[in-house]
T-cell receptor, first 115, second 110 residues
Framework: DGGITQSPKYLFRKEGQNVTLSCEQN?????MYWYRQDPGQGLRLIYY???????QKGDIAEGYSVSREKKESFPLTVTSAQKNPTAFYLC??????????????FGDGTRLSIL | QQPVQSPQAVILREGEDAVINCSSS?????VHWYRQKHGEAPVFLMI?????EQKGHDKISASFNEKKQQSSLYLTASQLSYSGTYFC???????????FGTGTKLQVIP
């Protein structure tokens, strides 16, 4: 079955530590996205990518970094510069059609907490 | 800049109807609606395109008013399974930048 796999499901970060969240998709989608969701809040866009080796900042990119070396993979690194990283992180992907905007398919998310 | 949804929360009895609104300060190209159950990932419901086109999904439909820069989601004869938080998602700009709305928490009770 095609889908998006995020790992790990739960992650704990120590002070001053960088952590990387994995996101892999086998849907052959061009576009991939990372969102942050705080309790009771909506989704805020961190980074997005439409093509390999290219990505754009979203609304809250500070303290985060990404790479897109392969079409299937879009890992997110939460750096020590992100002082309040505790949140639910969602990865999504979508096809890029010429005539309409395709829906996003989401992974099951990673819950990140500070130790 | 985040699209504003109203109401923030609503409680319905099974069989009742509800309308959720999504307003943007930016020009819209198209709108998606998603539903998120507690602790889960959002699930796509429908897409609305320019021209006020309505799309239906079972007893859930939506409209898109490009001129007013808003979209509305209509839930008729609500079912318990409709409970969750509903988000609109807007596409704007030339680089497929997406922005999710503030969310509307809907609870359907027996």
């Amino acid at each position: 079955d095609g889908g998006i796999t995020q790992s790990p499901k739960y992650l704990f970060r120590k002070e001053g530590q960088n952590v990387t969240l994995s996101c892999e998709q086998n849907l052959n989608h061009d576009a991939m996205y990372w969102y942050r969701q705080d309790p009771g809040q909506g989704l805020r866009l961190i980074y997005y990518s439409q093509i390999v080796n290219d990505f754009q900042k979203g609304d809250i990119a500070e303290g985060y970094s990404v790479s897109r070396e392969k079409k299937e993979s879009f890992p997110l690194t939460v750096t020590s510069a992100q002082k309040n990283p505790t949140a639910f992180y969602l990865c999504a992907s979508s096809d890029l059609a010429q005539t309409s905007w395709q829906p996003q398919h989401f992974g099951d998310g990673t819950r990140l907490s500070i130790l | 800049q985040q699209p504003v949804q109203s109401p923030q929360a609503v409680i319905l009895r099974e069989g009742e109807d509800a309308v959720i609104n999504c307003s943007s300060s930016k020009a819209l190209y198209s709108v998606h609606w998603y539903r998120q159950k507690h602790g889960e990932a959002p699930v796509f419901l429908m897409i609305l395109l320019k021209g006020g086109e309505q799309k239906g999904h079972d007893k859930i439909s939506a409209s898109f008013n490009e001129k007013k820069q808003q979209s509305s989601l209509y839930l008729t004869a609500s079912q318990l399974s409709y409970s969750g938080t509903y988000f609109c998602c807007l596409l704007s700009g030339g680089y497929q930048k997406v922005t999710f709305g503030t969310g509307t928490k809907l609870q359907v009770i027996p």
